[in-house]
């Protein structure tokens, strides 16, 4: 291939990895690549801010294997979810498979004697979340000591959502002599404050201003009541053909929901932190081969799900984070293609939405909702209509007197001494 601007020669890959990428058919860099790449392949610190689906994992992937390769050292990738892990080592693995470096993945819900077993083969990059890889340095299974690569993708979830001292106690065990890069798709101010402490003169690529969602994802919102969102959910899914992801906050919502729409004869797989690794495995796999239409989620699937051509994404509820939303909605539209998204929000969660317009810069179409079925009725069981006529209202005695009781006598009231009890 001719050197061009729109390729990936002329960024200062070494060429066997533009052969691989040229095999695997990779042609075009996306923004974030043609500018990170170069500036990381110097061996600069890096700050990476760019839109979910945009590329970001080959735009530290390629200047971390071309390094290694170059030199001694191994490269250390922090995320934090699983899904994310195992998204990442599998599009590193395309590409340093066929160069000989492998890859270790350390994450939970999976044994962690075949990690240990894994770290045996002497990879040269690990892929993990931060309680497992303190779980690996607490039984001193593995050793940071040699790497040369610290990378941390989605770090603003990480700083922001609980993992900063994870992360501190893992940074403090890697070599001050590193290279280190930052990417996430939004990165407030407060964040990268943070972030400088990890960074040494660290060169930040800005490719959207944090909270830009991708321009061909059109989105609209309904308020509706809580009781009714159910109702409106079906009268959704009724109008899309293709794949659907629906976001809840709680995980027993998203049990419940996945049922009831089992019920209607919906081909629907649920993910949330409850569901064990093989279970979270098993949906993801059969979203994308098309096994499951519907996708039921809260936000641990809002970022890690590398799944194309999804037609709409829902937010069942709206997320507590409002940096969350650009997340959830990155899952459609994702390399270019076209999505839509819909939330859901209830009458008094009209701040909510405005918080979201601010973040996004752009104001929420808000849509008439449709006209919505009946909610069945649930009828009292018979047996509670039989008795009904014998309630009495229940009459609280005063202070010093024994309440009513019609039941038998008790242990006292037969004779028997007061049985002894202990505080455990």
């Known amino acids: 291939m001719s050197p061009n601007e729109q390729s990936f020669y002329g960024l200062g890959i070494a060429p066997g990895i533009l052969e691989v990428l040229d095999r695997l058919k990779f042609v075009t860099p996306t923004p974030i690549q043609a500018q990170s790449i170069p500036v990381a392949i110097e061996g600069k610190d890096l700050m990476g801010i760019a839109q979910t689906g945009t590329g970001k994992t080959l735009a530290f992937g390629i200047p971390l294997i071309q390094k290694l390769l170059q030199q001694e050292g191994n490269g250390l990738i922090i995320v934090p979810t699983r899904e994310l892990a195992l998204q990442v080592a599998e599009s590193l693995s395309k590409i340093v498979t066929p160069l000989g470096v492998k890859v270790a993945t350390l994450i939970g819900g999976e044994l962690i004697g075949r990690q240990i077993r894994s770290l045996a083969r002497q990879p040269r990059i690990v892929v993990g979340t931060p309680g497992r890889l303190i779980d690996h340095l607490e039984q001193k299974t593995i050793s940071f000591r040699n790497v040369r690569v610290l990378v941390l993708d989605e770090a603003d979830r990480m700083l922001d959502m609980g993992f900063a001292p994870q992360l501190k106690r893992i940074v403090s065990v890697v070599p001050e002599e590193r290279q280190t890069m930052f990417f996430a798709a939004t990165m407030p101010e407060e964040i990268v404050s943070m972030a400088k402490h990890y960074l040494k003169l660290p060169v930040r ?52 929901m996945t049922a009831h729409l089992r019920s209607l004869g919906q081909a629907v797989a649920e993910i949330h932190s409850n569901r064990s690794l093989a279970q979270r495995r098993e949906a993801l796999e059969g979203f994308r081969t098309g096994r499951y239409r519907i996708l039921m989620a809260t936000d641990v699937a809002a970022r890690g799900i590398d799944v194309q051509n999804i037609e709409l994404v829902v937010n069942y509820d709206l997320p507590k984070n409002v940096e969350d939303y650009v997340h959830r909605i990155g899952r459609t539209g994702r390399a270019g293609g076209s999505g839509h998204a819909i939330s859901f929000a209830r009458p008094n969660e009209r ?21 919505l079925p009946q909610a069945p009725s649930t009828p009292r069981p018979a047996f509670v209509e039989a008795h009904s006529r014998f309630e009495r209202p229940r009459r609280f005695p005063s202070r010093g ?24």
């Not at 701040?351 to 909702?369: A, C, F, G, H």
């Not at 007197?401 to 455990?424: I, L, V």
């Open 205 to 256: 690529v800005e490719i959207a201003r944090p909270g830009t969602t991708a321009k061909n994802v059109t989105q609209e919102v309904f308020f509706v009541s809580q009781d009714a969102k159910m109702r409106l959910l079906e009268k959704i899914l009724g109008e899309y053909r293709g794949s659907v992801i629906v976001f809840a906050q709680m995980k027993w919502s998203v049990k419940r």
């Open 401 to 424: 007197r024994r309440p009513f009781r019609s039941g038998p006598p008790n242990r006292r009231e037969r004779g028997f001494p007061r049985r002894r009890t202990r505080d455990y």
């Open 351 to 371: 701040r909510d939405v405005q918080n979201i317009e601010r973040l996004i810069r752009s104001t929420l179409p808000v849509s008439k909702l449709p006209e």
